[in-house]
């Protein structure tokens, strides 16, 4: 299915590792420029040239319809408003004139919520809650007057169903959710082509999922393989997601097929959420 994305321009957050990795794959499949952000610039600068090799590949070394696609890298912390007038100010880039902001960052610590402090909170609330409300304000307006528009913010699984050593994410992303759901239905956006979803990682194969792995196995003196298996024995699809199908999802709720999603938590979890809603 082609999903009409073709020359269009997509900033994506947190792009050199997994999920946003997968996002900013799917979407440069599709024909559309990318610029990746994330602030190891090693790591972001290997991926984009992986992607800009696939998509030789797939095109045959012909430029899609005659027009080079670009793929861009900014290595920069998202979090910070440094780091977002970077992504803006992207040479060859778009300025602020995105179609489509996957927002994403680094996922909080988890803990005990005793030992957070306010220090703790407002990093949290800045990485997960008000980073992606600043990308969402600074673009949604240009995206409405051009008619097209999409922002797909990357939460969690954790916003449906809270998990307790995950209470700065449980809480941050509660805060943006509920502020996407509110502006998502806003008629100088809706009716403008512009849509605003959140997609809900279960649990996707990642470096963040190693790391949480290796802690859960060092805290309970069981073997990494052991914590993973049980983990996978939880959940109902009996595998972690990998970034490539979650990429293909958000691609998805970029496309011009879905210009009548907004305002959606769409949970991608292998069925692990035992609710019916
Ligand atoms: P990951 O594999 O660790 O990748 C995170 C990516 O974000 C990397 O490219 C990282 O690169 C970048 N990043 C982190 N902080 C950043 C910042 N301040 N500015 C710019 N880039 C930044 O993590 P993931 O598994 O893809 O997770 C992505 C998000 O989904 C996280 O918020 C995570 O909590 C959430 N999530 C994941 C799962 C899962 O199963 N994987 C489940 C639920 C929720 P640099 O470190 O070089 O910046």
């Known amino acids: ?16 590792k997994g999920l946003g990795l997968g996002c900013a794959q799917a979407l440069a499949s599709e024909g559309v420029n990318v610029v990746m952000v994330a602030r190891g610039a090693e790591t972001l600068h290997a991926a984009a040239e992986k992607i800009r090799a696939d998509l030789l590949c797939q095109s045959s070394g012909e430029a899609l319809n005659g027009v080079e696609q670009s793929v861009l890298t900014v290595a920069a912390d998202i979090t910070t408003p440094e780091g977002r007038a970077a992504a803006f100010a992207a040479a060859g880039g778009p300025g602020m004139a995105f179609d489509i902001v996957v927002t994403n960052a680094g996922g909080p610590p988890p803990g005990d919520f005793r030992d957070w402090d306010r220090d703790a909170w407002l990093k949290a609330i800045d990485a997960n809650m008000l980073t992606p409300i600043e990308l969402i304000k600074a673009t949604v307006d240009g995206m409405a007057a051009r008619g097209f528009g999409r922002i797909v913010n990357i939460t969690s699984s954790a916003v449906k169903a809270p998990i307790d050593i995950l209470g700065l994410s449980n809480g941050a992303r509660s805060g943006l959710t509920g502020f996407v759901a509110g502006v998502a239905r806003n008629p100088t956006l809706a009716a403008k082509g512009v849509t605003l979803n959140n997609l809900l990682p279960g649990k996707f194969d990642t470096d963040r999922i190693k790391t949480t792995i290796a802690g859960a196995a060092q805290k309970t003196g069981k073997t990494v393989d052991e914590v993973r298996a049980a983990q996978i024995a939880q959940i109902p699809a009996k595998r972690f997601g990998t970034p490539q199908e979650f990429g293909q999802i958000c691609a998805f709720l970029c496309s011009v097929q879905a210009g009548y999603i907004t305002g959606q938590n769409v949970l991608a979890d292998g069925g692990a959420f035992p609710g019916t809603f």
């Open 1 to 16: 299915m082609d999903l009409g994305l073709s020359g269009k321009w997509a900033l994506v957050c947190g792009a050199s």
